[in-house]
């Protein structure tokens, strides 16, 4: 929620009353500064000490990250580099370029920004700290990546900053926003972090209220956003460290109305995000990886009314299929004073909804399966990802017990779970904002989770020394839903290269890679994958639009009585259209190796057909479906326009892969 420590949700009967939420803590106090530690080594090589203060830093990983190669992508619940190795993502978020300003004030005066920090739109820290030094203390907190938020705004903004937002690195001075952000990603990436792209706002103002940011929308045009998105992604395609694009910070309710997840409007969070990730990798960096948030709130928080947050839970049921497979993430945001049904709101319009610090360590762990955990822990499903909890935090000076045994618990759950994280926020102002890893006076002096005396301390080393899987991953098979609902989705940029294949019909096909192995009876929804045999399609972009029963052989009625569009002999099945709910048309392409010929008919006009132990999940929940065994691939689809019986898909051709 970027924290959400100043969010505005307007509820009421009749009239809208902002709600205004208080700081969940108060700044900590004053601490002894850990003077600058620059110079790690004399003049003659040897090892000096950190600090003067001799105050000793919390267990931490400090040494240096293993080496990893990009370009990162997905196996399974687990993310890996180009070696197959884990890479897990400990990751901070280092904020400032998404805005800092409240929105009430002079955005000209700090107390008017966030904390009373004025970021000047550019990440935090420069003005008090040189990039070298900050990096290396990113390094002996023991993060490998950095989640790195921007606004629009800063994208287009032209005017430099003031020399006094950089004046710790006087190199910085003269340059706009982008130029800081640009000098910032090569510097994290030059020293092994990756990065991943964050747009979190876009207006340069603190998030996460009723404040213009609210959608990906709210203050442009979609087709802004998904243009901004392709610049940002080719701006950057040359620096293989540049790992993830993590697509809008905490899509949420306006006045008005709510985001949704595929109803197919203009709020229609799912499909939004499915544009900008498939524009993203088919035309800026096929190497991203995508990041998705789910839905961080819904409804009106006063009691009893419908409000919540529903997070991830809808992926169960309608998930999203890339043009690069093996590159989708689902992300999370959770924080104690928030909860499943609670806004984080105190004082008028608070509910009487139980936040996470007040549920038991049991139900808060259940409810963080149910609202994300689900997508990494249930294996072998259509929606199956690895999910990053890319914030969650807690102030130093936080001294409520709920508060405190809520972040043991959290973050226990988090290492007993190997989760990908990212704390919020890396870097801020001492006297300013406790929340932050590492806090910064004016004379550069830090202080924060390296000194002894910051309880947060445990939880953190817990999170970055508890076991964790490494080394090679295992391949795990793509299990990827199609959905025609609300328009087309052809995944495959072979075909999408060949043109419209079907003018006028609904149309889906398998990414590159993977191959047709299921469909719903009336839903329009298809399941693909590439188990068992992998990549299956011959090299080149043949492709046979199947619209007639040419290919049925003499003798070889599979389903009699029906309309049956068969592939030619050597040929799968990896879309399919649909005009109405009635089939148009099967989508065929050669294999790159023989095919088996004997096959079997799988009916689902009145009934699920699938293997007892069908992998993928149900990926047309509340229809019928027919799914082939996966040592099958698909060969033909059956339909019948007889009055009285529903036009759509009754039955598939089956056939042994060899």
């Known amino acids: 929620m970027s924290n959400v420590r ?11 009353v902002a709600l205004l939420l208080a700081s969940p803590g108060p700044v900590a106090a004053a601490a002894e500064p850990l003077v600058r530690h620059a110079a790690v080594l004399d003049s003659t090589g040897a090892e000096g000490p950190a600090s003067s203060t001799g105050v000793a830093s919390v267990p931490t990983a400090t040494a240096q990250a293993p080496a990893w190669q990009p370009p990162l992508s997905t196996r399974g619940r687990y993310i890996v580099d180009a070696n197959g190795d884990r890479f897990r993502l400990k990751s ?15 955005s000209a005066d700090s107390a008017d920004h966030h904390a009373g920090q004025n970021s000047y739109g550019i990440p935090l820290g420069l003005d008090r700290v040189p990039l070298p030094d900050l990096l290396a203390d990113f390094r002996e907190l023991g993060i490998n990546s950095v989640r790195l938020p921007f606004s629009n705004e800063m994208i287009h903004s032209t005017a430099a900053v003031p020399d006094a937002a950089v004046s710790a690195n006087p190199e910085l001075r003269g340059r706009t926003p982008l130029e800081i952000f640009d000098a910032v990603v090569t510097a994290l990436t030059r020293d092994d972090f990756a990065v991943i792209l964050n747009n979190h706002t876009n207006t340069s103002r603190w998030c996460c209220g009723i404040d213009g940011n609210e959608r990906w929308n709210s203050s442009q045009s979609t087709q802004q956003w998904t243009d901004d998105w ?38 229609d969070w799912y499909a939004a995000a499915q544009l900008a990730a498939d524009r993203i990798l088919a035309e800026a960096n096929p190497d991203l990886l995508i990041v998705i948030e789910g839905i961080n709130w819904t409804g009106l928080p006063v009691d009893g009314l419908p409000h919540g947050r529903p997070v991830l839970t809808p992926a169960r049921t309608l998930s999203h299929t890339l043009v690069a497979a093996h590159k989708l993430v689902y ?24 936040r996470y610090q007040d549920l038991s360590r049991d139900d808060l762990y259940q409810a963080l399966y149910d609202e994300a955990f689900f997508v990494s822990e249930e294996a072998g499903r259509h929606f199956t990802a690895p999910v990053w909890v890319s914030e969650f935090g807690i102030g130093a000076g936080e001294t409520g017990a709920a508060a405190r045994t809520w972040f043991g618990n959290v973050t226990d759950y988090f290492a007993d779970h190997d989760t990908d994280f990212a704390y919020w926020p890396l870097v801020g102002w001492e006297g300013h904002d406790d929340w932050a890893l590492l806090r910064y006076d004016q004379d550069g002096h830090r202080y924060g989770l390296l ?5 947060r301390g445990t939880g953190w080393a817990r999170l970055m020394d508890s076991p964790s899987l490494t080394g090679p991953v295992a391949a795990a098979p793509a299990w990827d839903m199609l959905a025609t609902g609300h328009g087309d989705q052809v995944q495959s940029l072979t075909v999408r ?10 149309k889906a096909a398998c990414p590159d890679g993977e191959r047709l192995i299921g469909l719903g ?3 329009g929804r298809g399941l693909c994958t590439d188990v068992s045999a992998g990549d299956l399609r011959a090299a080149g972009d043949a492709q046979a639009v199947v619209t007639d029963e040419r290919n049925v052989p003499a003798g070889g009625d599979w389903a009699s009585g029906y309309t049956k569009l068969q592939c030619a002999p050597g040929q799968f099945l990896i879309g399919y259209s649909h005009r109405g709910v009635r089939m148009s048309a099967a989508l065929c392409v050669p294999a790159r190796s023989a095919l088996g010929g004997t096959g079997r008919t799988v009916w689902f006009d009145r009934s699920d057909n699938r293997p ?30 007889r009055i009285g019986s529903s036009a759509g898909p009754a039955a598939l051709l089956c056939r042994k892969l060899a």
């Not at 080719?234 to 997840?261: I, K, Q």
């Not at 000194?451 to 309880?455: A, H, L, R």
Request: glycine content about 16%.
């Open 6 to 16: 100043v969010v505005r949700y307007l509820t009421g009967v009749g009239s809208a």
């Open 92 to 106: 901070a978020n280092w904020d400032g370029a998404q805005g800092s300003w409240t929105g009430s004030g002079s």
């Open 230 to 267: 392709v610049f940002m992604a080719s701006r950057y395609a040359a620096d293989p460290r540049v790992v993830g694009a993590d697509l809008y910070n905490e899509v949420r309710r306006d006045v008005l109305d709510d985001p949704n997840w595929g109803l197919g409007d203009s709020h």
């Open 331 to 354: 992300s999370a945001h959770f924080y104690g004073y928030t909860g499943p049904h609670h806004s984080g709101a105190t004082g008028i319009g608070e509910t009487h909804d139980a």
């Open 451 to 455: 000194d002894q005396t910051d309880w």
């Open 497 to 506: 290269a060949g043109g419209d294949w079907d003018s006028g019909a609904g």
């Open 521 to 523: 009876h009336t839903s």
């Open 612 to 641: 007892a132990d069908a992998a993928g999940g149900d990926f047309a929940t509340n229809d019928y479906k027919g799914q082939c065994a996966d040592d099958e691939y698909a060969a033909g689809i059956a339909f019948t326009a």
